[in-house]
T-cell receptor, first 114, second 115 residues
Framework: KAGVTQTPRYLIKTRGQQVTLSCSPISGHRSVSWYQQTPGQGLQFLFEYFSETQRNKGNFPGRFSGRQFSNSRSEMNVSTLELGDSALYLC?????????????FGPGTRLTVT | AQSVSQHNHHVILSEAASLELGCNYSYGGTVNLFWYVQYPGQHLQLLLKYFSGDPLVKGIKGFEAEFIKSKFSFNLRKPSVQWSDTAEYFCAVNAHGSSASKIIFGSGTRLSIRP
């Protein structure tokens, strides 16, 4: 079974621009979560999507948004980029059954904002 | 609100030493507990998980963790570490059955093994 894939792997943007990151979950997984990983803040939860609906959201400004498509693929968008948005953005998928809630992570998209 | 504390930010050990990484969480209800590992240049991988049952959980690569409910702890252990265990280790908690399905991660512990 193929793992979680994220595209692009690396991205360089300038302040004020917007960016869209993509995540394809493991086949059969319906939940996709997004995280921001930085050296100073560690792993911070952005949001989770399940069946095209946002189920939960972390404490990030409205510039961070996402969506999920009917095939469970998800995109994350960041508008009006700031220098502090430079981070590794991780996507994780899970089955989200009652007996199992482990997440499988993708390799991440390294975003650099200059 | 849930929170997870990993008190050791950086641990340095020699090969064959025993390892214990601390993890404490704050949540009064039933929890699912996880340890993830991130090897240099690689993505996060699940080491082990606890949902219910035997509080001593065995994971991959010889790791184990013990859930002690009274102490709100889920410490990771390995009797004899290897150089290849050099990585960052993250403890994570999810409130069982909650509608807020997010997993909260600890800040991570960097483990360096001297060959």
């Amino acid at each position: 079974k193929a793992g979680v894939t994220q595209t692009p792997r690396y991205l360089i943007k300038t302040r004020g621009q917007q960016v869209t990151l993509s995540c394809s979950p493991i086949s059969g997984h319906r939940s996709v979560s997004w995280y921001q990983q930085t050296p100073g803040q560690g792993l911070q939860f952005l949001f989770e999507y399940f069946s095209e609906t946002q189920r939960n959201k972390g404490n990030f400004p409205g510039r961070f948004s996402g969506r999920q498509f009917s095939n469970s693929r998800s995109e994350m968008n960041v508008s009006t980029l700031e220098l502090g948005d430079s981070a590794l953005y991780l996507c994780a998928s899970s089955l989200r059954t009652q007996s199992s809630y482990e997440q499988y992570f993708g390799p991440g998209t390294r975003l650099t904002v200059t | 609100a849930q929170s997870v504390s990993q008190h050791n930010h950086h641990v340095i050990l020699s090969e064959a030493a025993s390892l214990e990484l601390g993890c404490n969480y704050s949540y009064g209800g039933t929890v699912n507990l996880f340890w993830y590992v991130q090897y240099p240049g690689q993505h996060l991988q699940l080491l082990l998980k606890y949902f219910s049952g035997d509080p001593l959980v065995k994971g991959i690569k010889g790791f184990e963790a013990e859930f002690i409910k009274s102490k709100f702890s889920f410490n990771l252990r390995k009797p004899s570490v290897q150089w290849s265990d050099t990585a960052e280790y993250f403890c994570a908690v999810n409130a069982h059955g909650s509608s807020a399905s997010k997993i909260i991660f600890g800040s991570g512990t960097r483990l360096s093994i001297r060959p």
